[in-house]
């Protein structure tokens, strides 16, 4: 193996065993911290990804993914945190909305989808960044993402600003959607209104033929009745 083979490895095995200490650290979280992470400021955009809110990573089986949400639907659950129940259902259905998101295959496989493009994104990133170093003949600082911890941060990141576009995405697909059904309803009410008008004109169009007919027979009836009466006088 050669200096630099041998120098990667090294890298990565300190960068696997750094974030296997993170994982166990966060496994461990307490009820009240894991309400803090799962509610903490700007938890509408990390809590898109499910494979954060269970901390599991995305090759993660379907059955380690399963244990981990129960155990960690058991420490969020309001029965288990009785002074604090507002936030621990907010955060118990948060953790059930992810469960639910990785239990079904067609939702796991996009998101695993997005986790995968975002790696992809940030190595390309970081082949650009290189490029430039080298064009700039100052390749042999190196780049922040050659830290394993930073690299894993920008994946992480990456992976969010992709789960973030996504739910742009669906609430815009959503806002038009409704925006076409109510167009869609409005004109049926137009067309059922205006049924309803011409209907209601022709009911009283025939009251009116019907009245003018009576009156019509009534008065040649008066005619020829007054015209008898002359007759016989």
């Not at 200096?3 to 966060?26: G, H, N, P």
Request: charged residues 40%.
């Amino acid at each position: 193996m050669s200096a630099a083979s041998a120098a990667k490895s090294d890298s990565f095995d300190e960068f696997y065993t750094e974030v296997k200490e993170i994982e166990k650290r966060d496994s461990v979280l307490t009820p009240k911290q894991q309400l803090d992470r799962l509610l903490r400021p700007g938890s509408t955009y990390f809590n898109l990804n499910p494979f954060e809110v269970l901390q599991v990573e995305p090759d993660a089986s379907l059955d380690e993914i399963k244990k981990k949400y129960r155990r960690l639907s058991i420490l969020v659950h309001p029965d288990k945190n009785m002074d604090d129940s507002e936030r621990a259902q907010q955060a118990f259905e948060i953790v059930n909305r992810a469960w639910k998101t990785l239990e079904n295959d067609d939702t796991r496989k996009k998101c695993l989808d997005i986790c995968e493009e975002a790696k992809e994104r940030t190595d390309h990133m970081i082949e650009q960044k290189r490029k430039k170093m080298k064009k700039d003949n100052k390749l042999s600082e190196g780049i922040p993402e050659d830290d394993p911890v930073k690299y894993k941060h920008a994946i992480y990141v990456m992976t969010m600003k992709l789960f973030a576009d996504m739910e742009r995405k669906r609430q815009h697909l959503e806002v038009r959607d409704m925006e076409e059904r109510k167009r869609k309803r409005e004109a049926e009410i137009e067309q059922e209104e205006q049924k309803s008008l011409e209907k209601e004109w022709a009911k009283n169009f025939e009251v009116k033929l019907s009245y003018f007919r009576v009156k019509h027979i009534r008065n040649k009836l008066l005619y020829s009745i007054y015209h008898l009466f002359c007759f016989v006088y």
